[in-house]
């Protein structure tokens, strides 16, 4: 009988433990707002007219301004995932959109501190930033 008590205690400890061994935490992990590596203000290269495409990444806004188009864009409500040196920002445009805004899915590439890729759907932004 002591037998059979000791074996009930030591497999009811064991399966204390198995849950918090058995989690991890996954690299895919959504977070609120912009990282805070990629906040300021950037500036794309020189193109045609001398006009330049510029960036602008605040905690909760992403602005983006295109040689090509007169009117700038913007999302908000963002959020962020890490995967090595890249982020994936999403985050949504309210300008002239349903209730819900349009989902914006932008792809950034880091570099060093002073240098990133932006690869976007939308367009004329695609390309390299520097502050």
């Known amino acids: ?3 059979g008590k000791g074996l009930l205690i030591a497999a009811l400890s064991a399966a204390m433990f198995v849950p918090a061994f058995g989690t991890s935490t996954s690299a895919a992990t959504w977070h609120s707002g912009a990282p805070s590596a990629l906040r300021g203000n950037w500036q794309g290269s020189k193109h ?4 330049y495409s ?3 990444i605040s ?3 992403f602005t983006y301004h295109s040689w090509e188009t007169p009117d700038p864009g913007s999302a908000s409500k963002l959020q962020y995932k ?3 040196s890249t982020y994936t920002i999403t985050g949504r445009q309210y300008d002239n959109a349903p209730a819900s805004g349009y989902k914006e899915t932008y792809k950034i590439k880091v570099y060093s ?8 759907n939308a367009y004329g932004i695609n390309g390299y930033y520097y502050k």
Do not use: D, F, N
Not at 48 to 51: D, M
Not at 113 to 120: E, V
């Open 59 to 61: 905690k909760s806004k």
């Open 48 to 51: 045609a007219g001398g006009r």
């Open 113 to 120: 501190h002073s240098k990133i890729y932006l690869k976007s």
């Open 1 to 3: 009988m002591m037998k």
């Open 82 to 84: 890490k995967s090595g």
């Open 54 to 56: 510029t960036l602008s």
